[in-house]
Structures are given as C-alpha cells and as structure tokens.
C-alpha cells in the first residue's frame, strides 16, 4: 500500500553495511520474542511485522515500533549538531531533538509501565555531510514518522496508549511542516495524511541501520 | 465522577463530558506521562488568542448559507448506530464526526472570508488557498462519511469572524488551525470504528502541519506545546469556536 511513495531518491543512495531487511526484521523479532515470549518469534518472523497482535500485546508492539523509530529520529539530530549548520537549521536540530527524545522517554516509560520490555536503541548511520543532506533526510524521516503514526495508531487498543500516540503523531507533522518551510517546500501538500504499515515503515528505515 | 451521560442537554452543557475529566485516575497518569502538557493550558492559550486585538478592525461578516444550527452535534442521527457498548464512553463516533464537521465547515468559511477580505497576497494566499482547499476536502469527506454511517450531516452555522489586518487574519488562522488539531486530538481515542480513526488522524496530522506553518508565520513557535501535543475537550472547542457563530 502506497509503498511506491518510500521510493525516495536518498533512500537509494545510502550506505549500508552489513545488515539486510531480513537481518533487521529478525533483530525486531528478537526483542519483540523478549517482550511476548520467544513462541512468538517464529510467525513473527515469518509474516514480517503482519501485525495481527491484539489486546496489550499488540499495543507494546505498536509502542516498540514507535520506540524503534524515535531512537532512530533522535540520533540523527544528534548527529546533526556536528555539522556545520546554519543558525536556522542548528536551531531546527536541537528542538527536534529535544522532542525526539522525549518521546523516547515517555515510549519507554509506558512500555514498563504495561510490563513491555523497551527495545533497545539501534545502531545507525545517516549520509549527511551538509546542511542541505540532513534538511532533506530530516524531512525523509519524519514524513515516515507521520504516516508511521497513522498507521499504527488504529491499532492501539488502549485508550491511554492512543492519546499518547496521538500527542506525539502531532508534533511530528509539525516537525514534518517545520522541516519542509525550512526547505522551501510546501508544508502541507495534501489535504489528508498517508499512512504506512509497520514493515513498510521498517523497510523505509532498514538502511539507516548498522546493527 | 459519576455524573450520569444525558442525551438530551441543552446547547448550555454540551453532552460530550470528557472521559478524562471524568477520570482523574486515568488523567492523573495520562499527564504524567507526557509530562504535564494540560488540556487546560493549551485552552487558555486558545481563549487568550482568541480574545487578543491581533484582529484589529471591524468584523466583517462571512457566512455559509443555512441558518443557525447544528447546536448538537450528531442530533438525530445517534439513533441510527447501536448505543456505545463501552460504559465510559458517552460520545458516538457519528456525534464525533458532526462535531469534526462543524470545525471544517468554520474552518472552511473562514479561509473563504479571508480571501474575499484581499488582505493576503502573494505566495501566503497561495497557501491561504492551499489551507482552505484542505477544509473543504475534509468538510466533504466527513459529509460522506456521516452519510455513509448512516447520519445526517449538520447544516452549516452561519458565521462571522474579525477580519481587518492580515497580520491579525494570519493569526487568527493561526489560533484556529491549533485548536483543530487539538479537536482532533481530543476524540482520537474516543473514536471506536478504526476507518473513522485513521481517517481522522490523516485529517490531524494536517491540521497540525496547517498550526505549525502559521504559527512560524506569525512568530509563534511551531510547536507551542513542546513535545507533547496537547488535547482539547470537545467543550472548550464549542465553547471557544461560539464567538464566531452568528445566533
């Protein structure tokens, strides 16, 4: 579903060492064994993140998705304060950031809170050497992050756990806006937000991860 | 706590009694999860906007046809879908919908009010146009949706906003564009079919681009609230948006 629109030139160009979509989806599976038992590992591998889990299970799913994808969100903004970054986009780097890792926080918080096992934070690399590189991957991911949320959050089956998904889904078509002024672009192309599975999500992120 | 959920209030108690203000347990860790972001404080910041002189002229009317109405979201039409199974839910999907549609059909006639004014030129009516092409999309969409839930779609109000400057146009448009996205925020988890969520959030999620893009207009920051979006109850909304219903 809509999977053409991860087709992203700069998802093409990025260096990946080591680690294929299957390696990375069975180290999801891994932690996902971890939190539900490791029965359930085998069919989570074999349907890829079909995401048919219900009830609280399927809600720390749903989280340590999220979880997964804000470390990943996080770390790239840290990274983009080595760069030599204009005042607008060091400062664009610093509050995304900052709300990037919130949102970590309050993922892990709630995870232990329903008894989950917070997955741990992947090991990343990005393709940014300039500006222009880490204004055009940070409207790459958080894009993705938009239509993550969409997709994930009619999943969620508590009713806590959806506001809290809601709360950050919004900051981060916020952030998508944000990013997408900072580059000139239209800030709300369409008048209805897409929304992407699970695994295409991950597939759009696998080469951004080492290990 | 227990106050008891009526169907049949009046305009002065909107029958959409939050369950979270009805819930401290359940508000209490809410909250404290995402850190303290308040339904409250992000309304006060509404009302404060919205009372603010950024207008700075006369009001100039702007109105969609139809008279006064649409006091009850979803009145009459409730009845056609089985009552809520889940005892702390007071809110049908279809009520929640009529609501949506009240702020689209608002949000609709303001941008329409705002282009007529000629107040806004350039690449910002462009993206005035954008914004209002949006509403409109969500205004029919949720119209179809209604429908197809076997609803009735609320007349539009007719309504009237300040507009004499851009600066205080750009703002207001700011201030409603916030509140929208805090609307939708508010019912997410209230929704109970899963196509009206995700059909919802994919109209959230551009509220929220539409909030973050004026408020970066107007010198606000784009996410006032920091890393927590913050709610809003379907009370304060109607309460707030009343200032712009001509009755």
Known sequence: ?211 | MNEPTSETRGPEGPRAVEELARDPGSRKRFLKMVGGASAASAFSIFVAACNSDDGGGEDRSSGDSGGRSGESPGSGAASTRQPNADPREGTSDLEILNYALKLEQLEAAFYAAVIDSGLIKGSQLAMVKKFGSHERQHRETLETTISNLGGTPVEPAKVRFPIGTAKGVLTLAATIENAGAGAYLGQANRIRDKEVLAAALSIHSVEARHAATLNELVGRPFAPQGSFAAPLTMEEVLTSVQTFIVT
């Not at chain 1, 986009?89 to 917070?118: F, K």
């Open chain 1, 1 to 211: 579903m809509r999977h053409a629109t991860l087709a992203v030139p700069e998802l093409g160009t990025v260096e990946v060492r080591g680690m294929t979509r299957q390696a990375f989806i069975l180290r999801s599976a891994l932690a996902a064994g971890a939190v539900y038992g490791i029965g359930t590992v085998g069919p989570f591998v074999g349907q890829a993140l079909a995401q048919n889990k219900s009830g609280a299970e399927g809600d720390l799913e749903v989280l340590n998705f999220a979880l997964t994808l804000e470390f990943l969100e996080a770390e790239f903004y840290r990274r983009a304060l080595e760069l030599d970054l204009s005042p607008a986009a060091m400062a664009l780097a610093r509050t995304l950031g900052q709300h990037e890792r919130d949102h970590v926080s309050a993922l892990q918080e709630t995870i232990n809170s329903l008894d989950g096992t917070p997955v741990k934070a992947p090991t990343v690399e990005f393709p940014m050497k300039n500006e222009q590189a880490f204004l055009k991957l940070a409207q790459t991911f958080e894009e993705t992050g938009v239509s993550a949320y969409n997709g994930a959050a009619p999943r969620i089956e508590s009713r806590e756990v959806l506001a809290a998904a809601g709360q950050i889904a919004q900051i981060e078509a916020r952030h998508a806006a944000a990013i997408r002024g900072a580059r000139g672009e239209v800030t709300a192309p369409n008048a209805f937000d897409e929304s992407l599975e699970m695994a295409q999500v991950l597939e759009a992120v696998q080469p951004f991860v080492k290990s």
